[in-house]
Each structure stands twice: as C-alpha cells, then as structure tokens.
C-alpha cells in the first residue's frame, strides 16, 4: 500500500495564542513511517480539555495547535509494515499517538501512564515535528494507537467514547467495578458525566447522579436512566445518601470541596478524580481514615475527634484508558447499544462550541463534522 513518504500539506483549524480563538491552518504532516496509517477525517468531538490546551490554562500549549482528540477517520493508505488495518476501515484516534514502548506501563499495556507518551496535538513527535488533532482534513498515526470503530457504529456517535466513554470505562474496569449489583455516583453530567450513567447502567449499577443545581434532573432520570438525582446543596437529601455508594465518578473540572461527596462513599469506596483542574484540591485526611464527620457546630481544631459514618475511603485518580480497554470499551457499547448524546457542528461554528462548552451550554457532547465542513479560508 506503499510507505506514505510523500509530502503532504493539509489543512486545519488552529489557535495562534491563548484567545483560543480557531481559524484555517495550512500545515504540513509529520514524517511517516512503515507502521504508520494516513487517515481522512471524519468527526471529532470536543473535549472540555480542548478548551484548558487552546488558551494554556495548563501552561504549557504550543502555537499554532490544533486541538481535537476524539478523532475518527477512514483509511486511506497505509504503510509497508501494518498489518492490523486496510484501506477503506473506519477507524478511531484518541488522546495519545506515541510512547516509549520500554517502560513497565507500556510493558504492562497501560502505554497512558508512559513517562514518554506523545499527546495527539500539543506535543512533539520522534522526528521533531509538531503534533496536530483532528480538526484537520487528515491525520497521519502510528498503528498501535489507532482502533477500529465496530460496524454500524455512526463516526459522530463513536467519537465522543474515544475519551469521554473510555475515561469512564477504564476505571471501572481496573478497580473491579465492573460487576453488577454496585451503587454508584456520577458528580457532573456533562460530556463525560452522561457517558458514566450510561456506561454504569449498561454494567447494572444503581446509578445517582450527583449536581449543584436541579436543573437536570429530568435529563438525568428520563434521558439517561439514572436511578437517583441528588443535589449537593441539600443536607438533608445529602445525610440520607451518607454511607451508600461504592464509588463516584468525579467529572467536575474546577475546584471543589471533596468532602462532602467522601461522606457518600461506603467503607472501601472510591472517589474517582476525572476533571483537570489546574489548582489544589483539598480535604480532611480523617475524612478518609475514618469517616466523615458529625456537624456538632465546634470549632474546626476540634472536628477531628467526632466522627460518624465509615472510613477507608480512597481517592485516586485515572487517565483515559489503554489501547486494549479501548478495544473492549467499544465493543462493551457495541453490544449494549450505548451512544452518546451528542449536537453534530460544522467547523465555521467550533468557536462559538467552545465557548458554549465552557458555559456548559450542551447536551452532551459537540462533534465537529470535520469531512462535510469547508475547512479552507
């Protein structure tokens, strides 16, 4: 199928600066190699951590970028050496391209814990060529972190699992939560929020969803099967729900207090972060030792000898997913007929997206219609 060495300029939508403001790009692809696939576009949803790269919440963007890491595309050539895809397969990129292959994560395929892993844009490749996302007409990927999309699975419907989904996906699956009959709590329905009810019903999970308002419980309860809706500010509906969760999944990406979701969890349970936050978070360490603590109105030096409600608890983190949980997370939501809730844009409207997205204007997740926009000045 050829070995994929001729140049090729291509076009996308970058920001300059920390606006985040996205316009036309001409680029030109990195160097290929034997095991690398050229795809063309198709749809790419957005990730709230777009918006933390375009305008360098984290401090470290590079310029011009183009974001976009819930890539799917079809085959258009591949090189001499792969073996795992043809021309003409609909395939899915995520948040990584690249790793060391040498290290004990990526020894024990969990290639996303690579000290040396390569970011799908916002990154430097091996041969010093900057990385690039999918809100371009083409992407060109090593085929180890390339995944086929299974058959009668819509691109636009996929692209969202490629993170949202596997974010929520991996850590059920590691921490053993995958088995049903357990209780759990989704805090934050957004893009990756709604995909963790589903996901978690799909598994036969009790599922509540946790918000600071109740504006979306109808969305939550009818829209999405959730179980429960409790909202954070009510103590009294919060006492209730003391000591009954066996874990929740954190989506919020900005600072909150943990406490009072810690109090939620039963004896081993898990708070699972999931948001970037690009701040301290901060919590009461008896909290998880023991359990959460009574409200007798003492002054807080003295909180630490009261406590009702178990402890135990664990807070941990977990990033995206491996390339073999990618596999089996897509097939999981082949088989159990999960989609994601999506609004399908055309690039000229992903600034007005953006900034949607980051008033949580949107049910659930954008996807960018990459191929049927004009991407051209």
Same mark, same amino acid.
């Given at each position: ?46 990730? @709230?951590?777009?918006? @933390? ?8 963007? !590079? ?5 976009? @890491? ?15 895809? !043809? ?17 004990? #994560? ?49 691109? =636009?419907?996929?692209? #969202? ?14 921490? $053993? ?8 709590? &989704? ?11 589903? &996901? ?10 946790? /918000?600071? /308002? ?7 309860? =009818? @829209? ?15 006492? =209730? ?21 810690? /109090?939620?969890?039963?004896?081993? $349970?898990?708070? &699972? ?19 959460? &603590? ?36 897509? =097939? ?46």
């Amino acid at each position: 199928m050829g070995g994929l060495e001729t140049e090729r300029v291509v076009v996308g939508w970058a920001a300059r600066d920390p606006s985040g403001i996205l316009s036309p790009y001409t680029y030109t692809l990195r160097n290929t190699g034997p095991e690398d696939v050229l795809l063309k576009v198709l749809s790419c949803g957005i990730c @709230h951590t777009d918006i @933390h790269q375009v305008k360098n919440e984290l401090g470290m963007s !590079r310029y011009p970028m183009v974001p976009g @890491h819930e890539v799917v595309g079809e085959v258009v050539e591949v090189g001499s050496e792969v073996t795992n895809f !043809r021309v003409g397969d609909v395939v899915g990129v995520g948040v990584i391209v690249g790793c060391c292959r040498n290290c004990n #994560p990526c020894k024990s395929d969990v290639e996303q814990y690579c000290n040396k892993k390569i970011w799908s844009y916002n990154d430097v490749y091996t041969d010093g060529k900057t990385t690039q996302g999918g809100f371009a007409q083409s992407m060109i990927v090593d085929q180890k972190f390339v995944v086929k999309i299974p058959d009668g699975m819509s691109a =636009e419907q996929a692209a #969202p699992l490629l993170c949202a989904g596997l974010t929520v996906y991996s850590p059920l699956s590691h921490f $053993g939560l995958n088995k049903s009959g357990l209780r759990g709590g &989704i805090l934050g329905l957004g893009g990756v929020g709604h995909m963790g009810v589903k &996901i978690a019903k799909a598994m036969g999970h009790h599922v509540t969803v946790i /918000s600071s /308002s109740d504006k979306k419980r109808a969305e939550a309860m =009818e @829209h999405l099967g959730a179980d429960e809706y409790l909202v954070s500010s009510d103590a009294t509906r919060m006492q =209730e729900f003391a000591d009954t969760l066996d874990y929740i999944i954190d989506t919020v990406p900005a600072v909150h207090a943990l406490e009072p979701y810690l /109090s939620l969890l039963k004896l081993d $349970g898990r708070l &699972i972060l999931m948001g970037v936050i690009n701040a301290p978070l901060q919590f009461l360490t008896p909290l998880v030792m023991l359990g959460a &603590i009574k409200n007798i109105g003492v002054k807080p030096i003295f909180l630490v000898f009261f406590f009702f409600f178990v402890g135990r608890k664990s807070i941990t983190g977990s990033f995206i997913g491996s390339m073999k949980e990618t596999e089996e997370m897509l =097939e999981f939501c082949k088989e159990k007929g999960i989609t994601s809730m999506i609004e399908v844009v055309k690039m000229d409207y992903v600034n007005k997206a953006l900034e949607r997205l980051e008033k949580n204007d949107v049910r659930y997740r954008f996807v960018v219609d990459v191929a049927g926009s004009k991407l051209e000045p």
